[in-house]
């Protein structure tokens, strides 16, 4: 995926953060789009297509969890990244954003460079995570890395990235142990920092959509699965 291919949507109602974050990500190379609400954001992205969407939570009209929400339930978009933007302090913004279906989270005010910087490493995941081709099979359980696609029981599964990403790693060693660190590593990269109750808001919407038993928590630890 080269940079001229690639295409970001940028969703903030601050015109000032939509013209510099948008000229210094058009500098780099990407292909930019912009959206002042959530509303305009959902019918940017079903015309752009977007590999990247950066969202802002507070804004009028249509605020960003919402507009999450409803993006992930558009198929054409199953592998778009989504990530948050949100004032320091929100921290409940943070759980709502993954309970809606978000891949990361950065916090603002951020530097442009360093959110180009973020950009990238979000980017690379993607691209690291699109080259595992494999399949994994366990049980009554299919985990189809390149269609990102989970089958159970005959029954298609339909994941946001993130909760995809760290269930393909645990189910790739049933069993194992897995640590936190190891885990936030792997799932969101070295480059991004997410805060401490990532995994477990991600494992407990997994659960609830596989199966409260193949996710174990080891205390202190990690968690591994279980078939």
Same mark, same amino acid.
């Given at each position: 995926m080269n940079k001229n291919d690639t295409k970001i949507l940028l969703v903030d109602d601050e015109p000032d953060i939509l013209e510099i974050v948008g000229y210094n990500l058009s500098s780099e190379g990407y292909q930019v789009f912009t959206a002042k609400n959530g509303k305009i954001a959902i019918t940017?992205?079903?015309k752009h297509?977007?590999?990247l969407i950066i969202l802002d939570v507070m804004m009028p009209v249509m605020d960003g969890v919402e507009a999450c929400e409803k993006l992930r339930t558009i198929p054409q978009l199953s592998e778009t990244i989504i990530?948050?933007?949100?004032? @320091?302090?929100e921290d409940y913004s943070q759980v709502a954003g993954f309970e809606a279906g978000a891949d990361?989270?950065?916090?603002?005010?951020?530097k442009p460079k360093l959110l180009v910087s973020?950009?990238?490493?979000l980017l690379r995941r993607f691209k690291e995570t699109r080259n595992e081709s494999s399949e994994i099979t366990i049980g009554n359980l299919t985990i189809n890395r390149e269609e990102y696609k989970i089958i159970k029981e005959g029954t298609v599964i339909n994941l946001p990235r993130k909760e995809f990403e760290l269930l393909a790693l645990l189910a790739s060693?049933?069993?194992k142990v897995f640590? @936190?660190?190891?885990i936030l590593n792997h799932v969101w990269g070295n480059d991004v920092v997410v805060g401490g109750r990532?995994?477990?808001?991600?494992i407990r919407k997994l659960r609830e959509k596989i199966g409260d038993d193949s996710f174990k928590t080891v205390k202190g630890v990690g968690y591994k699965f279980e078939a």
């Open positions: 940017e992205a079903k297509l977007p590999h990530t948050f933007l949100t004032a @320091r302090g990361d989270y950065i916090t603002k005010p951020i973020k950009v990238k490493a060693k049933p069993g640590k @936190r660190e190891d990532t995994i477990d808001v991600h």
